[in-house]
Each structure stands twice: as C-alpha cells, then as structure tokens.
C-alpha cells in the first residue's frame, strides 16, 4: 500500500477521527507535529504524563491520538531501543487510543439511554434520533424498525465499552508492539480480516479465500473497528454475555473477566487466550481498567 503525504495523512486522519466519534469527543481539537520518537519523550514528560500515576489512579489518561504510525518505527526506531524503551513508548501511545475509543462508546450509550426513555415514554422521536437509532441498529448488527424490549435489551448489550487492559494486550500481540507490516502501511493494530480490501498477507492462505488484512486511515479507527466486532459479531456472544452479567451484579467490566471469551479470536484458541492474559499480567495492565480519561480538548499528534 502506498503510503499518503503528510499533509494527507493529516488530514485525512482528522476529519476521519471527528467522523467517527462524532459529538463523543469535545468539539475543540488541536493537531500537534512531533518530529521524532525523541521529541514524543518529551512532549510526554513535558506535560507530567506518567504511565504508573494513570494505573493507580493519581493522574487521568489524557486525551490524546496518534493520527499515524510511522514507518520509521517499524523499520529503524523500534529495532535500535531496548525492549523496555520500546514497550514504554508503545504503551504511551497505545493507552490513550484506548480511553478515547472508550469516551465515544459511553457518549453514544448516553444517548440511547435518553432516546429509549423517550420512546418508551410514548414520545415520537424526532427525524434526527430516528436516523441515529436505526443506523446504530445496522452498524451493531441488529434489524431496526421493532424497537420492541427484545431490541433494547440487546443493543444496550452491544454497545458497551470494552475494557482497556484488553484493548492494549491485543494490540500488543496482534500488532507487535506496532512494528507489524500491517499496523506500518493501514494502521492495523488488530490483524481484522476484510474480504473488501486491504492489505494483502505475503502468504496468503488459499483455503480462506481472497482475504486481507483491513487497513484504517487512523489509529483510532482500528481500535473503533476492533471494538465493533467484538461488540456485534456473532463469534462474541458470550464476550458480551459475560461483560452484561457482571453489570447485572454490579461488578467492574475488567479485561482477566472477559479474556478467557475470546477463544474464537484466534485460531490458536487457549494459547491465544493464555498469551493476552501473560501480556495483561507481565505489564500489569489490569489497573487501567479502574482508570479515568480526563476532560479537555483532544489531542491528535503527528509523529514524522
């Protein structure tokens, strides 16, 4: 895939972030240039960010995205540190995808609170939440139309937050700390097959079929894209069986809760499995989940 212009990826990226969040993020934004991975140190530490202050719950995530991944991490930055530089600087830019990812799917769970309070209050929904609701209908795979309680108890199901420790661990895993092929030409953190374009595996399994890997304009929009199809294919029922349950008891929706459900993920099965809960404990990345994303305008920072 031939990578876009700066400029293009800049913008591109923007408005494809705004887009899909739609009114969940805050309405001001500013872009931030970054010159290298050095610079990206110090503008983390500049600001006071710290990665152990977010797990303990002393500092909140910012709210930042990367609107690329550059090449360069793949192919000269990544090779040359040390693992543990590399897995900070991951981390550092991983998280907040997360968190922001999180923030949209709350916002858009708000409003179909309110607009099944006003529907089952006998209210007729404006023209505007008509079209909101039938489109989350089609995007979360359910038939629109029979707003009936069947529906409203799925979809409220659906669309929900997946838990942070989980979104890192496989983005860990799936994307190599970044440096896949995929994540460096379509920022694929998530290796999501698509039988309508993408990346091409270099060896392609002929008894799959014409597939390839899903590549994204945006970070942020593989994390959206993963979060979807946890949140409505069917291979995850019990995913988000197992997260409805514990808020049924009014327990926290935790990644070591929900991981052992993703046995379909991977053909590796249990391995798999073993392999994300490794990563989530190795990096101590349960605490994220108890984590909060703090207010303000979002942050969209370009890495040359």
């Not at 500049?46 to 995205?65: C, D, F, H, L």
């Not at 669309?159 to 379509?186: C, H, K, N, Y």
């Not at 799959?208 to 979060?227: I, Q, W």
């Amino acid at each position: 895939m031939k990578r876009m212009s700066m400029l293009k990826r800049l913008v591109c990226g923007a408005i494809a972030s705004a887009l899909l969040l739609g009114t969940a993020v805050p309405l001001r934004a500013e872009t931030i240039t970054i010159r290298n991975f050095d610079d990206f140190a110090s503008f983390f530490k500049r600001n006071g960010y710290s990665i152990p202050e977010w797990k303990s719950g002393t500092q909140e995530v910012p709210p930042y995205a990367i609107l690329d991944i550059p090449e360069e991490w793949r192919k000269k930055v990544a090779p040359d540190m040390p693992v543990a530089e590399k897995k900070r600087t991951f981390f550092r830019l991983s998280i907040p995808l997360a968190f922001v990812a999180n923030h949209g799917l709350r916002e858009d769970r708000k409003k179909l609170t309110s607009v099944e309070k006003d529907h089952t209050a006998g209210q007729t929904l404006s023209s505007h939440d008509q079209k909101w609701l039938a489109e989350q209908a089609e995007e979360y795979g359910l038939a629109g139309g029979q707003y009936d309680a069947a529906f409203w108890r799925e979809i409220k199901k659906r669309m929900d937050i997946v838990p942070p420790s989980l979104i890192v661990a496989q983005m860990v895993d799936e994307s190599g700390w970044g440096t896949s092929r995929f994540a460096a030409e379509g920022n694929a953190l998530f290796g999501q097959w698509s039988y309508k374009g993408g990346i091409k595996p270099k060896e392609q399994r002929k008894s799959k079929g014409n597939y390839s890997v899903a590549a994204f304009k945006t970070p942020l929009d593989s994390v959206r894209a993963y979060m979807l199809n946890l949140n409505s294919h069917d291979s995850y029922a019990g995913f988000r069986d197992r997260r409805a349950a514990l808020r049924a008891d009014g327990k926290a929706v935790t990644g070591p809760d929900l991981v052992g459900t993703l046995i379909k993920y991977s053909e590796r099965g249990e391995a798999y499995v073993r392999n994300i809960e490794g990563i989530m404990s190795s990096n101590n990345l349960s605490p994220l989940d108890q984590a909060k994303l703090a207010d303000g305008k979002i942050m969209y920072l370009v890495l040359k």
